[in-house]
């Protein structure tokens, strides 16, 4: 009694309450793309944030680039049942754009270069909870995870991270995209297994 190994608690403890239901660990981080990965260099990219009303507002690279940077490490979790651990990232909150917009909207859709769609309530990417994010375990984020830069809005579903996005268009109604359409949960949580349409 009293001899575990160091090692063997380290690896059953370290991940305690981190696994929602349905889901298993993975250290590798596979690729999930509706079509061919979309090629955008940083020199044509922008963002943009359009608000319900028509008005946009657009960050070139060099502008996102100059925005105050975060770090964000984060657990993942993916519809189809892999999680991975301590993501790292580095980008920009969303809140840093959303600031400079003025919105009665309730609603976003992320839109993306490939023509993928996928809605969020507006609270759920605000207060420090979505990233844009350039960079992934300090290398520039590759073209199949969704580079030049994608979202990160880790505690919903994976799908709701938009890859290659380009617009979030503010709504005053939910407009289900790519997935939510296709019968998967409208918004998503893990920790309440949202994965389908009718789950609660
Ligand atoms: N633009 C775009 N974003 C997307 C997708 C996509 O096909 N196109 N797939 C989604 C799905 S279903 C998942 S699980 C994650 C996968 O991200 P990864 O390929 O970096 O693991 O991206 C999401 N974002
Ligand atoms: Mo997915």
Redesign the pocket.
């Known amino acids: 009694m009293g001899n575990f190994s160091p090692g063997f608690q380290g690896r059953t403890h370290r991940f305690e309450g981190r696994l929602p239901p349905g889901q298993y660990p993975t250290e590798s981080?596979?690729?999930?793309?509706?079509?061919p990965s979309?090629h955008v260099p940083t020199e044509t990219w922008s963002f943009t944030v359009t608000s319900e009303d028509g008005q946009s507002r657009v960050w070139t690279w060099a502008d996102m680039m100059a925005l105050p940077q975060d770090e964000p490490t984060a657990d993942?979790h993916?519809?189809?049942r892999w999680s991975k651990f301590d993501t790292t990232w580095r980008g920009v909150s969303l809140d840093v754009f959303l600031d400079e917009v003025e919105t009665a909207a309730d609603f976003v859709v992320a839109e993306?270069?490939?023509?993928?769609t996928?809605n969020l309530p507006l609270e759920d990417i605000i207060d420090g909870k979505a990233w844009l994010a350039h960079t992934y375990d300090g290398s520039p984020l590759s073209p199949?995870?969704?580079g030049p830069a994608?979202?990160v809005v880790p505690h919903l579903?994976?799908?709701?991270?938009?890859?290659?996005?380009r617009t979030l268009r503010l709504t005053l109604e939910d407009e289900p995209g790519?997935?939510e359409t296709a019968g998967y949960h409208n918004y998503g949580d893990p920790w309440r297994e949202q994965r389908h349409w009718g789950d609660q």
Not at 29 to 35: C, D
Not at 157 to 165: G, I, L, N, Q, T
Request: charged residues 15%; proline residues 6%.
């Open positions: 981080f596979p690729v999930l793309s509706v079509g979309p993942i993916c519809v189809t993306s270069y490939d023509g993928y996928t199949e995870h969704g994608r979202l579903y994976f799908w709701k991270s938009a890859k290659w996005v790519f997935w």
